[in-house]
C-alpha cells in the first residue's frame, strides 16, 4: 500500500462515497454546536421538517454569549439572552445534548470538547467555528464550518467536501527556555504568512511539537486557521493516550484497548509525501507579539514595528500602513516600549490549565502595573477553573490585581460586555488581532499567557525571561 | 438557493488585502437568530462613524463619506473586486449573508479563505478566483471607468469586463448546484442508503464512537 499523511488516513476512512469531480461525502463522528451559529440552522431543519440524524453526535454548550461575571441572574443583554435560550430550546426540542449555563462542565466548545473524551483520536470533528482545527491535536480531522454546513450535518450526519492538499510544518530541535506552543504557531504564521496554508490540511511535526502537552498541542492546532488552513493535526502518541485516558466519553476498559491499537495507527507513514514541507528551526523562536491587524503581522519582543517603506509589494505595503495607523504605532518603535491598557487571559486559544498555570507563575507575588484598567483571567470551563481554584491560581491572580472570571469567549471577540473600548491597547492570548475584533477600535496585541501576565505586571510589553530574571 | 447562471452589474474595488469575516459583519450583529438583515450591516466598521449594535437604528448613524461602498455608484454595486485572502478568520456565514443583502452576486479575488468559499457557495454568492496579475488589472479597469459593469457567465465560466474576457476554474459539483439552485441537503439524502450502510460499518468496526 502506497504510504499515507495522517491526513489522507483520516479522509480515506470517511468517505461515504465520491462525485465524478472528487467532491466527497465526509461522514461526520462528532458535531459540536454553541449558540451563535447554529440558530439558523435548527431553523431549517423545522422548515424541512428534518430531523437530525444521529443525536448522540452533538454536544452543544453556550460560550461566546455567556458573561463572564455573576451568572445568577442570567444574562442582561436581551438579544444575547434569546440566542441562548434559543440554543437550550433546540437541545430540548431536538434531543441533543447541551451543558447549559449553570453546568459545571460548561464552557469554551474547543476546551470542553477534549476536556470530556468527546473529541477522540481518528475522529472527524466538526463546529460551526473556525477554531475547530482546535481538535486536531488528537489526530482527529476537525475543521470549522458555516450554518449552512451545521444544518447539513445535523440532517445528515455528512458534509460535502474536496480533498485539501498535505503540508507538513515540522519545528525541528527544541524551543529555549520561556518559549511556548504559542510563540511557536505565531512564528510559524509569520513565516508562512494567513493565506499559507490556504487549501492545505497541516500538519504539525518536529520535536518541539513532539515535546509540547496536549495543551500545547491545541493551542498550536488552534491557530492553524490563521494561516489559512482549515484543519492542523498531530499524529498520536503516548501523550494524546495519556490526555484521553480516563476522560468520561472515552472509551473504557477492554473497548479502550481495542481503540488504543487503532490510534496508535494514526500518523503519517515514515516515507509519506506532502505536496509542501516547511522547517522551523524551534531554538530561533523568541517570544513573539503581533504588532499588525492580521496574526501574520508579527515580531519578535526585541524586534522594532517593522517599516512598510522596506517592502516591496504595493498592496502589502498598504496593508501595512493601514494597520500601523489602526494600531497608532510606528515604524521602527521597540517593541518592548509599547504601553499596554488591557490584559486578557482566555479564549479557545489559551484557557486551559496549563496556560493559567504558565501566567500565575509570572503573577505570583507580583501586583499589576498602575496603567492597566483592567487585567482578566477567563478560565475555558468551569472544570478548568475547579482545578485552578484548588491549585490556588485564583488567588495569585487576585492577590495580584487581575479578575478571576466565568468561562467563556469573553472578549476574544466581545460579544459579551467584556470588551476594549476605542483606541484601547490590549495584550491579548486570543487568536486574532483583526480590527475592531475585541471591541471597535479596539488595538489587539497577540502574546502567550506568559507574556500576557508579563505586560500586566510591567504595563507594557516585556520579554518574560527578563522579567523572572530579576527577581 | 437562488441560482446564479449570468449576471451584469457594477463593480466595486475594495483595494486592500485579508479582508476578515469580522470587518464584513462585526460580532454584535451575530446574535441573530435570523438570516435576514444584516445587509445595512455589511462592513459596518468602515461604513459609519459611529459605532452601531443591534439594537441601534442605521438611519441615524453617521456614514463614512470616504468608505466605497458610501460612494455613487457602488452603493449599487453586485460585484465586489478584492484582494488575496478574502474572507479569512471566523467561520460565520453571516458574512456571506450581509454581502448578498447588500446587493451582491459574486466576489473576483485572488484568493480566498476557504470557510468563506465554501459558505458562499451555499447562498448563490459566486467567489471567483483570478490571476492577482488579472486582478491587478482589473482594480485598474476599475479606476479608470467607474461605474463600469462586468458580466458573469456561471456556463462558460467567464468573466467579462470590457473588450477582455477572463476564464475562472470551478468544480464541477459546485457549478451544477449554482447554476440549478439546489439545495444540497436534499442531493445528500438521495444517498441515505449509503450512509446508513457506512454508518452500520463503521459502528462495527469503532464502536467506540457510537
Redesign the interface.
Same mark, same amino acid.
Given at each position: 500500500m502506497t504510504a499515507r499523511t495522517l491526513y489522507d488516513k483520516l479522509w480515506d476512512d470517511h468517505v461515504v462515497r465520491t462525485e465524478d469531480d472528487g467532491t466527497a461525502l465526509l461522514y461526520i463522528d462528532r458535531h459540536l454546536v454553541h449558540e451563535v451559529t447554529s440558530p439558523q440552522a435548527f431553523e431549517g431543519l423545522r422548515i424541512a421538517g428534518r430531523k437530525p440524524w444521529r443525536t448522540d453526535s452533538v454536544l452543544a454548550v453556550p460560550d461566546h454569549n455567556v458573561p463572564t461575571t455573576d451568572r445568577s441572574a442570567g444574562i442582561e443583554d436581551p438579544v444575547a439572552r434569546l440566542q441562548v435560550k434559543t440554543l437550550d430550546n433546540n437541545c430540548s426540542e431536538f434531543g441533543l445534548t447541551e451543558f447549559d449555563m449553570s453546568d459545571i462542565r460548561q464552557g469554551i466548545v474547543h476546551v470542553i470538547g477534549p476536556e470530556q473524551g468527546a473529541t477522540l483520536p481518528g475522529m472527524t470533528v466538526v463546529c460551526g467555528d473556525s477554531h475547530t482545527s482546535t481538535h486536531g491535536a488528537f489526530g482527529a480531522l476537525a475543521f470549522g464550518i458555516g450554518t449552512s454546513e451545521v444544518e447539513h450535518v445535523l440532517a445528515t450526519q455528512c458534509l460535502l467536501q474536496k480533498k485539501s492538499k498535505n503540508m507538513l510544518v515540522s519545528v525541528d530541535g527544541h524551543v529555549n527556555e520561556g518559549i511556548t506552543a504559542k510563540d511557536i504557531v505565531l512564528a510559524i504564521i509569520g513565516e508562512i504568512g494567513t493565506a499559507g496554508g490556504t487549501g492545505f490540511a497541516i500538519e504539525f511535526g518536529g520535536d518541539a511539537i513532539r515535546a509540547l502537552s496536549m495543551e500545547g498541542r491545541m493551542t498550536v492546532c488552534n491557530m492553524a486557521i490563521e494561516a489559512g488552513a482549515r484543519a492542523g493535526m498531530v499524529g498520536v502518541d503516548a501523550t494524546t493516550i495519556d490526555y484521553v485516558n480516563n476522560r468520561p466519553y472515552a472509551p473504557q476498559g477492554e473497548m479502550r484497548d481495542r481503540a488504543i491499537e487503532n490510534w496508535q495507527q494514526l500518523h503519517s507513514d515514515s516515507d509519506a509525501v506532502f505536496d509542501k514541507v516547511v522547517h522551523i528551526d524551534a531554538a530561533s523562536i523568541r517570544p513573539q507579539v503581533t504588532w499588525g491587524t492580521s496574526p501574520e503581522m508579527v515580531v519578535a519582543i526585541d524586534a522594532g514595528v517593522p517599516d512598510p517603506d522596506t517592502v516591496k509589494d504595493r498592496v502589502k505595503a498598504d496593508g501595512m500602513r493601514k494597520a500601523l495607523a489602526y494600531m497608532g504605532l510606528e515604524a521602527g518603535m521597540p517593541i518592548n516600549r509599547i504601553a499596554v491598557d488591557k490584559v486578557f487571559i482566555g479564549s479557545c486559544t489559551n484557557s486551559r490549565i496549563e496556560d493559567l498555570r504558565a501566567a500565575a507563575k509570572v503573577a505570583q507575588g507580583r501586583k499589576v502595573a498602575n496603567n492597566i484598567k483592567l487585567a482578566m483571567v477567563v478560565p475555558g470551563s468551569g472544570l478548568v477553573k475547579q482545578q485552578a481554584e484548588k491549585e490556588g491560581l485564583d488567588k495569585v491572580f487576585l492577590e495580584a490585581g487581575f479578575e478571576w472570571r466565568e468561562p467563556g469567549c469573553s472578549m476574544c471577540l466581545a460579544m459579551n460586555a467584556d470588551r476594549l473600548e476605542p483606541g484601547e491597547r490590549c495584550a491579548s492570548t486570543s487568536n486574532r488581532n483583526f480590527e475592531g475584533r475585541q471591541g471597535q477600535g479596539g488595538r489587539t496585541h497577540l502574546v502567550s499567557p506568559a507574556m500576557a501576565a508579563a505586560a500586566a505586571v510591567a504595563g507594557h510589553f516585556v520579554d518574560v525571561n527578563d522579567l523572572m530574571s530579576h527577581n | 438557493m437562488q441560482a446564479f447562471t449570468r449576471h451584469s452589474g457594477i463593480v466595486a474595488p475594495l483595494?486592500?488585502?485579508?479582508v476578515?469575516t469580522?470587518?464584513i459583519i462585526? $460580532?454584535?450583529y451575530?446574535?441573530?437568530?435570523?438570516?435576514s438583515g444584516f445587509g445595512p450591516n455589511a462592513f459596518d466598521?468602515w461604513r459609519y462613524l459611529d459605532?452601531g449594535g443591534?439594537?441601534i437604528d442605521d438611519s441615524t448613524r453617521r456614514i463614512n463619506p470616504e468608505f466605497i461602498l458610501n460612494q455613487q455608484p457602488y452603493d449599487r454595486a453586485t460585484v465586489l473586486l478584492a484582494?488575496?485572502?478574502f474572507g479569512?478568520?471566523?467561520?460565520?456565514?453571516?458574512a456571506?449573508w450581509a454581502l448578498t443583502d447588500f446587493g451582491f452576486r459574486a466576489v473576483i479575488a485572488p484568493?480566498? %479563505?476557504?470557510?468563506f468559499f465554501?459558505?458562499s457557495f $451555499?447562498?448563490g454568492l459566486l467567489p471567483i478566483t483570478l490571476d492577482s496579475a488579472v486582478v491587478d488589472s482589473l482594480f485598474g479597469k476599475v479606476q479608470q471607468n467607474r461605474g463600469i459593469e462586468f458580466t458573469i457567465d456561471l456556463e462558460s465560466q467567464t468573466v467579462t469586463a470590457g473588450e477582455d474576457v477572463y476564464a475562472f476554474e470551478i468544480?464541477?459539483?459546485?457549478k451544477y448546484c449554482m447554476l440549478n439552485g439546489l439545495d444540497?441537503?436534499g442531493l445528500?439524502?438521495q444517498? %441515505?442508503d449509503?450512509?446508513t450502510a457506512?454508518?452500520q460499518e463503521?459502528k462495527q468496526k469503532?464502536?467506540?464512537?457510537?
Open positions: - | 483595494d486592500r488585502p485579508n476578515d469580522d470587518a462585526p $460580532k454584535q451575530l446574535k441573530s437568530i435570523k438570516r466598521d459605532e443591534p439594537d484582494r488575496e485572502n479569512c478568520g471566523s467561520s460565520r456565514e453571516h456571506v484568493g480566498f %479563505a476557504d470557510i465554501n459558505n $451555499k447562498n468544480d464541477e459539483f459546485k444540497d441537503i445528500t439524502l444517498h %441515505a449509503q450512509i457506512y454508518e463503521r469503532l464502536p467506540w464512537l457510537f
